[in-house]
């Protein structure tokens, strides 16, 4: 198990933070750096695996007899290289995370869990406040 998953499992016993929660934020703010890097995102999805906390990123691209856009377009070639039964119109899952993904990965979960953590606190002290 990761040290990444290790904390939340630290966070939520402790703080009483739903790891689910701040897994999902950490996806969302990975797709949102893609979006930055890449320009666009719509195609892409960021998932994390929840006993590991490996992250991979996936595009989402449609198999065309000739690509015009290689962010959103694969070749049935190259799809067919991959599995012989694509077809054109079919949706491929190509993997694009890219080299120093695991840097910007460990940068955005920790703004994640900081800001989790203060939201938190935020709801502890509006509850104790009304008390």
Do not use: W
Request: with cysteine; proline share 2%.
């Amino acid at each position: 198990m990761s040290e990444l998953i290790d904390a939340l499992n630290q966070l939520e016993a402790e703080k009483n933070i739903d790891k689910e929660v701040i897994m999902e934020a950490i996806e969302a703010s990975l797709v949102g750096a893609c979006k930055r890097d890449f320009g666009k995102a719509d195609n892409v999805k960021v998932s994390m695996d929840r006993e590991t906390g490996d992250i991979s990123v996936l595009a989402e691209k449609t198999v065309v007899e000739e690509v015009e856009d290689p962010a959103l377009e694969i070749s049935l070639a190259d799809a067919k290289m991959r599995d012989i039964h694509y077809e054109i119109g079919d949706i491929v899952n190509v993997e694009i995370t890219p080299k120093n993904f695991g840097r910007i990965a460990a940068q955005h979960a920790r703004s994640v869990i900081v800001q989790k953590i203060k939201e938190e606190f935020r709801d502890e002290i509006a509850i104790l406040s009304h008390d």
